[in-house]
RNA sequence: CGGGGAGUAGUUAAGUUGGCUAUAACGCUUGGUUUGGGACCAAGAGGGCGGAGGUUCGAGUCCUCUCUCCCCGACCA
């Protein structure tokens, strides 16, 4: 199962280049069943390293894990009206529930008489399922703050998909939290945004802008979102993840409340927040470059390869010899390594194929290393080559791959930052957003209407109102002309 | 749902005004030569052309119906 793809220039088409990476990387597959991808080993294992990190960062701040039903009965999202009709649209249905064999046509049909008196929706999302149950379970002070979160799969009708970036299916977890306060829920709010922060700065390596959404953007039924907007490489946004401050709209549509120190009842105050697989797509965008993929350290699912090379007999037993010993050695530090001791490929190919994949470092190792007493070792990200004496791999593959994870991201901060551009007038926002394919920073009225006149306009959308850009906010706003509000980023995003 | 395009081998495609046993490349299998950046040679396996019906001596090519997929738009993490 050899990968041969070439891939095309990302300079030349930017979408193309995004798919062939994933074809390339073997990372994932469109399915048989409409929208649906399939996540091939490689690409499920950067999402278990994903899970494992953030799983560990969310229990750290005092959640833990349940599980909720796939299935929501339909009138659960008719409670909250925002919330209807945000996921009306893209909802898919259950409303049968037996099958039977018809013997004319040889085929299984949809058994009218098992028709389900209530439809069950597939969950797009789990607010509505989760808050019927903490209204039987919360009942005092005492119950709160409640904070559970899940992994889950949940699904979306899009009409039309991209892997990783928006596919009818998709992986992700949720965190739902109760409390007896609006800013404690705030601030929940923020804190698991700030979680987030930490995950995609340190383990994924991708800058990012921390901020609010607008009202237009915001999550069908919260009362606040807050999101972490990146930059792809073609300079179009990307939301990482989202933190919805919930208020008291969920409490009051599910009746949740509890009975207060001073014995009053009251409705809770709730956060939701969540982070999917389509943070791959945002790694593999903002990373890789025309070789394939390429993987920041702590998020590769193989850190180190060793890639013997030799031509007969006595030479395989003398290198293969060193690589086990190499081998040996770094795994008994924390770094995943392994030998790629396949003698049906040829070490061009062997090279290409890890590229592609996004290895972090190879090391090479052939005869005329053994003599030499050192190795060749590849790091993905700049493609250099050196050589490296054996006793000294011990400490240098450590540092190397630390440099590696330092550097991806001290690029992605720099891209973002270069092609942030303030702009003072409406013709200069139109120019970065459709040709200078960046963030355009503007001041803002705080108006729909002039939100929705540059969606109309340029397709370009307010990613968000970012929270440390909102210092002397003095002047107008570019596209009303109105005293402004905040300053906000608009761009085009995925 | 509106506009456009395509269904031929595992993949990507060629297939003239209907004509003889349906092509090619890549991939796959076997054998050999190779191996410090996608190797080469040879021999093989694999499809009846999305489906149904029709015209014809003869259909991948023509006609009718039908199914599916892809792209652009609306919806979206």
Redo the contacts with the bound molecule.
């Keep these: 199962m ?6 095309t220039k990302k300079s030349e088409d930017y ?1 193309e280049w995004y798919l062939d990476v994933v074809e390339a990387a073997d990372l994932a597959e ?1 399915s048989s069943v ?1 929208g649906c991808m399939i996540i091939k080993p490689w690409g499920y294992a950067i999402w278990e390293n994903i899970q494992k990190h953030l799983d560990a960062m969310i229990k750290a701040t005092g959640h833990i894990n349940a599980y909720f039903p796939i299935f929501i009965p339909k009138s659960f999202f008719d409670k909250e009206a925002e919330h209807v009709e ?1 996921f009306a ?2 909802s898919a249905v259950v409303s049968y529930h037996r099958l039977k064999f018809n013997p004319t046509s040889r085929k299984l049909e949809v058994d009218p008489e098992a028709k389900l008196e209530e439809e069950l929706l597939i969950r797009p999302t789990s607010e509505t399922i989760i808050y019927d149950s903490y209204s039987r379970w919360i009942k005092s002070y005492r119950d709160l703050p409640l904070l559970i979160n899940q992994w889950a799969n949940v699904v ?1 009708w ?3 998909t991209r892997p990783f ?4 299916e ?1 992986l992700w977890q949720e965190g739902h939290t109760a409390h007896a306060t609006m800013e404690e829920a705030d601030q929940h709010a923020i804190k698991m945004l700030n979680v987030y922060k930490t995950l995609i700065e340190e383990f994924l390596a991708i800058a990012t802008i921390p901020g609010k959404k607008s009202e237009s ?1 915001k ?1 069908a039924g919260a009362h606040t979102t807050y999101t972490l907007e990146a930059m792809m490489q073609d300079g179009k946004a990307l ?1 990482a ?2 933190s919805h401050h919930l208020g008291d709209n969920f409490a009051k549509a599910f009746n949740i409340q509890f009975q207060d120190k001073d014995g009053k009842l009251k409705y809770v105050w709730q956060t939701s927040w969540g982070l ?3 943070i791959i797509g945002a790694l593999i965008m903002v990373h890789s470059d025309d ?1 394939g993929l390429v993987l920041p350290p702590k998020i590769a699912p193989l850190q180190v390869v060793i890639v013997p ?3 007969n007999d006595s030479e395989q037993t003398l290198v293969l010899n060193k690589a086990e010993e190499i081998y040996q050695m770094l795994s008994r530090t924390d770094i995943t390594t392994k030998i790629d001791i396949r ?1 049906y490929l ?4 062997k ?3 890890w ?2 994949k996004g290895v972090p470092i ?1 090391i ?7 003599q030499a007493g050192h190795t ?1 070792v ?1 790091r993905r990200d700049t ?1 250099e ?1 050196s050589h490296v004496k054996f006793e000294d791999i011990r400490n240098a593959i450590p540092a190397t791959l630390n440099s590696i994870q330092q550097n991806l991201f001290e690029k992605s901060r720099q891209f973002l930052y270069s092609n942030i551009h303030e702009v003072h007038s409406y013709e200069e926002l139109k120019d970065v957003v459709e040709n200078r394919n960046g963030f355009a920073l503007a001041l803002w009225d705080g108006e729909e209407a002039s939100e929705a006149k540059v969606k109309e306009e340029t ?1 370009a959308t307010i990613r968000c109102i970012p929270f440390d850009m909102q210092s002397n906010i003095t002047g107008n706003c570019v596209i009303s002309g109105k005293p402004a509000k905040y300053r906000a980023i608009f761009a085009k995003s995925y």
């Design positions: 050899s990968i041969h793809k070439r891939i979408s469109n409409r945000g649209k893209e979306r899009e009409l039309r970036l928006r596919t009818a998709f953007e999550f939301q993840c989202t999917s697989t389509r070789n090379i030799w031509k003698d040829t070490i061009g190919e090279f290409f194929e590229e592609k190879r090479e190792v052939g005869p005329k290393d053994v060749v590849v493609l080559k397709k």
